[in-house]
């Protein structure tokens, strides 16, 4: 299966995936080298997993769960996502976007981490006015809120994550612009911040009980492994 891009509708939560379009227009992305941004210093709860993506010929982040990323450079933001939700950010003036990667909703006041949606949104939120967008110009795609595990019939974590970031967004004026989130398929999620793009590949949902550990863990290359199934371009 391809990648597709996702656009949203306004009668189904799940929106269905299609083309979605944005130009580049005439402003120069900054690109750092691949050494360059493993050698920058990282702060708490900021991806640090670099590669050179060969499909998408650019350099590459890969956000585990609990973690957040945000850049102005020509380069891809990628994770992998079963019960969780990635927010993708973007500031179409500034042209700074950003990635999260939450666990659940909410938390322990005392433990601030972005496993928990209501801090994860907040740091993302804040990461990027710091770099120089504006929330009165952000705009919202979001992914995951899968329901991957069969007997999770009184507590399906993918929906309560889901409801939560359609919350949150509504609350803060941000709009959704696309979404592929619910169901039952894992996601790969690759989100280009300097134009906004993204695109979604559903993954093959061959073993629930080995993603949904492997995702607590935070382990995202191995959940990519053990639900490839042969419809994942490798990354």
Request: hydrophobic share 40%; net charge neutral; aromatic share 8%.
């Amino acid at each position: 299966m391809a990648f597709d891009t996702t656009e949203r509708r306004r009668a189904p939560r799940i929106a269905p995936l299609s083309a979605d379009v944005y130009s580049t227009g005439t402003a120069v992305a900054k690109e750092s080298s691949l050494q360059g941004l493993k050698a920058q210093a990282r702060k708490p709860g900021e991806a640090s997993f670099f590669y050179a993506d060969h499909h998408f010929q650019h350099n590459a982040v890969k956000v585990l769960p609990g973690e957040y990323f945000v850049s102005d450079e020509n380069m891809i933001i990628m994770t992998v996502l079963g019960s969780c939700i990635a927010a993708c950010l973007w500031d179409s003036r500034a042209r700074i976007g950003g990635m999260n990667h939450f666990m659940l909703p909410d938390g322990d006041m005392a433990d601030a981490s972005g496993r928990y949606g209501s801090y994860a949104m907040e740091l993302l939120i804040n990461e990027m006015l710091k770099l120089g967008a504006r929330r009165e110009t952000m705009q919202a795609k979001i992914f995951g809120g899968a329901q991957v595990m069969h007997n999770f019939t009184t507590m399906n974590v993918g929906e309560r994550n889901t409801n939560f970031v359609l919350n949150y967004l509504q609350t803060e004026r941000i709009p959704i612009m696309s979404e592929d989130v619910l169901d039952i398929y894992p996601r790969k999620v690759v989100f280009f911040p300097v134009t906004g793009k993204a695109m979604v590949k559903r993954l093959a949902h061959t073993h629930p009980e080995t993603l949904v550990a492997q995702e607590v863990r935070g382990n995202a290359a191995i959940v990519a492994k053990t639900t490839s199934g042969g419809s994942v371009d490798l990354f």
